[in-house]
């Protein structure tokens, strides 16, 4: 009897983890010259909504059944701009090491329609959440994540220009 109490337990607090909202606070949206304003992005299991709040006052929601697809990728580039600053101020070659060293920014991609009209939203994620965000846009949605991997810059920007 015991047994059956605790899966119980179990199941009914899953289920109400499963209903509650998921917000994500470090997250970019960028603009159309590429430039990242911190946002929010929510999903809403009550409303079944996903909804982006940026900063600047802009906000863009729509219901979890006009996302037709949801994608994941990373850009990956040389910090050689950090290099060349961290070797003006440091000796013993401190900037060549940076350098040689990789920066990555992880983006999602989400594709839906509004009256049907295909539309696009791209995100910046945090490094840290960016597997959280993936797992809670599947989880939420229902939509299967597809990890699309490295792209470069310039696909990113052409995204953004659409």
């Keep these: 009897m015991r047994t059956f109490g605790w899966i119980a ?3 009914l607090l899953s289920l109400a983890a499963a209903a ?3 917000v994500f606070r470090d997250v970019q949206f960028p603009s159309a010259k590429g430039e990242l304003t911190n ?3 929510r999903f809403s299991d009550d409303d079944k909504l996903l909804e982006v ?3 600047d006052g802009r906000v863009f929601s729509f219901p979890y059944a006009q996302i037709d697809d949801i994608s994941y990728e ?12 961290l070797g003006l101020f440091s000796p013993w070659g401190a900037g060549a ?3 040689l060293t ?6 999602l991609e989400i594709d839906f329609h509004d009256q049907d009209k295909p539309r696009a939203l791209v995100l910046n994620l945090d490094r840290r959440d960016y597997q959280k965000v993936c797992d809670a846009a599947k989880a939420h949605t229902g939509k299967e994540v597809a990890l699309i991997g490295k792209t470069d810059t310039k696909s990113i920007k052409a995204k953004l220009k659409d």
């Design 9 to 11: 337990s179990v199941i």
């Design 20 to 22: 509650e909202d998921a």
């Design 39 to 41: 946002a929010t992005l």
């Design 53 to 55: 709040r940026v900063s």
């Design 74 to 85: 990373y850009t990956s580039k040389h910090r050689i701009k950090e290099a060349i600053v």
């Design 97 to 99: 090491v940076i350098g």
């Design 102 to 107: 990789k920066s990555k920014k992880h983006w």
